[in-house]
Structure formats: C-alpha cells, structure tokens
C-alpha cells in the first residue's frame, strides 16, 4: 500500500492562496489515482479533487475554478494549489491514493494538513 504525508496547510485570509503536497512512497505511486479530501468536525468527509495515472482531473463544484490538482510523478507527489480560499475551505485536507477512483474508499489518508481561512 502506498503510504502518504501531506503539508502544506496554514491559516490564511479569505482571497488567499495555498498549495497542499501529497508526498507518497513507493515505485507504484505513478499508476495510482490520488485524491484530495477534506474534513470538518461532525461532517463527512468531502472529495475535493481527483488526478488519475494519466493526469485526468476532476473537481467538487464548491472548488471548481479555484483549486488546481496536479502530479509530479518523478518526485512521487500531487499537488492542490488552492486559490481565491473562502472560510468555508477551512478544514483538515488529506490525501488517498488508491489503484482506481472506485476502490478509494477504501483507503486511508494520512494524518492530514490543516487549512484554516479567516480573516
């Protein structure tokens, strides 16, 4: 199983930016499909954004416009560069990389990055 670590989380005021890392381990990494999910207390988690093996992405309608999903295979990581953040981005972030989208439920993030936005 690959395992993953992210960064990058902070506190930032609304319209501010930030860019999230997923750093992964193991040669298999590149033929994953990895995605960004985010947490509030009492809430279900929230797929915000996915990157498939071949660079196909998608996004949730609440970040679509503004957050950029991208991977750089070589040095097994995938980033999400949030923009134009809103308060109601603050959440924890966590990364999942699993072999397909359909099997990522079933696969734990790692400990997760906090993004906080507020004024």
């Known amino acids: 199983q690959v395992q993953v670590v992210e960064s990058g989380g902070g506190l930032v005021q609304p319209g501010g930016s930030l860019r999230l890392s997923c750093a992964a381990s193991?040669?298999?990494?590149?033929?994953?499909?990895v995605g960004w999910y985010r947490q509030t207390p009492g809430k279900q988690r929230e797929l915000v954004s996915t990157?498939?093996?071949?660079?196909?992405?998608n996004y949730a309608d609440s970040v679509k416009g503004r957050f950029t999903i991208s991977r750089d295979n070589a040095k097994n990581t995938v980033y999400l560069q949030m923009n134009s953040l809103k308060p109601e981005d603050t959440a924890v972030y966590y990364c999942?990389?699993?072999?397909?989208?359909?099997?990522?439920?079933?696969?734990?993030g790692g400990q997760g990055t906090q993004v906080t936005v507020s004024s």
């Open positions: 990157i498939t093996s071949g660079g196909v992405t």
């Open positions: 193991g040669s298999i990494f590149s033929t994953y499909v």
């Open positions: 999942v990389a699993a072999p397909s989208i359909a099997t990522m439920r079933y696969y734990d």
